[in-house]
C-alpha cells in the first residue's frame, strides 16, 4: 500500500528558448511511470477554496503548477505531507492510495493533472472515514 513517501517531486525537461521556455511530456517511464490516459486542468479557483479532498484506488497522478501556485497535502491515513507546486518544470508524482487536499491556491494559478486511466467515479474514495476502512 502507498504512504507519503512514495509521492515524489519530479523535475520535468525543460527547453531554454529566448522567446519562451517549453517543457514536452513524452512517456518515459523514468519520468512518468504510467501511460497519460486522461490529461485535465483546474483553475479559476476563487481564493480561500480548496480542492481534491478524495484519493484513488488505482489512478496514478503527475499534478503540475501550470501556472502559479497551490498547495498539495498527502495522507497516507497515519502521516500528512504538504508540498508547495509553483513552478511548470516540477510534477508531483501521486500514487494510489494516498488522500489528497489541494489549497492555497495563488491567483491566476492553474493546475494540471495528468492521469493513468480515463475518468471513472468507482476509482474515487470521497469520504476520509471510508479511506481509512479501505487503507486497512
Same mark, same amino acid.
Given at each position: 500500500?502507498?504512504?507519503?513517501?512514495?509521492?515524489?517531486?519530479?523535475?520535468?525537461?525543460?527547453?531554454?528558448?529566448?522567446?519562451?521556455?517549453?517543457?514536452?511530456?513524452?512517456?518515459?517511464?523514468?519520468?512518468?511511470?504510467?501511460?497519460?490516459?486522461?490529461?485535465?486542468?483546474?483553475?479559476?479557483?476563487?481564493?480561500?477554496?480548496?480542492?481534491?479532498?478524495?484519493?484513488?484506488?488505482?489512478?496514478?497522478? $503527475?499534478?503540475?503548477?501550470? =501556472? #502559479? /501556485?497551490?498547495?498539495?497535502? *498527502?495522507?497516507?491515513? @497515519?502521516?500528512?505531507? !504538504?508540498?508547495? +507546486?509553483?513552478?511548470?518544470?516540477?510534477?508531483?508524482?501521486?500514487?494510489?492510495?494516498?488522500?489528497?487536499? $489541494?489549497?492555497?491556491?495563488? =491567483? #491566476? /494559478?492553474?493546475?494540471?493533472? *495528468?492521469?493513468?486511466? @480515463?475518468?471513472?467515479? !468507482?476509482?474515487? +474514495?470521497?469520504?476520509?472515514?471510508?479511506?481509512?476502512?479501505?487503507?486497512?
Amino acid at each position: 500500500m502507498s504512504n507519503v513517501f512514495n509521492c515524489s517531486v519530479v523535475e520535468l525537461p525543460q527547453i531554454h528558448n529566448q522567446s519562451g521556455n517549453i517543457t514536452v511530456l513524452d512517456h518515459q517511464e523514468n519520468l512518468i511511470p504510467f501511460e497519460v490516459k486522461r490529461i485535465y486542468y483546474l483553475y479559476d479557483v476563487p481564493g480561500g477554496e480548496s480542492r481534491g479532498a478524495h484519493a484513488h484506488k488505482g489512478l496514478h497522478q $503527475l499534478i503540475i503548477a501550470a =501556472s #502559479g /501556485s497551490f498547495n498539495v497535502i *498527502l495522507d497516507d491515513g @497515519k502521516i500528512k505531507r !504538504s508540498i508547495t +507546486l509553483n513552478n511548470p518544470n516540477y510534477g508531483l508524482y501521486v500514487p494510489p492510495g494516498i488522500w489528497r487536499d $489541494l489549497e492555497s491556491f495563488s =491567483s #491566476g /494559478s492553474i493546475l494540471l493533472v *495528468l492521469a493513468s486511466e @480515463k475518468y471513472d467515479e !468507482s476509482d474515487y +474514495l470521497r469520504n476520509y472515514k471510508e479511506y481509512l476502512k479501505w487503507k486497512l
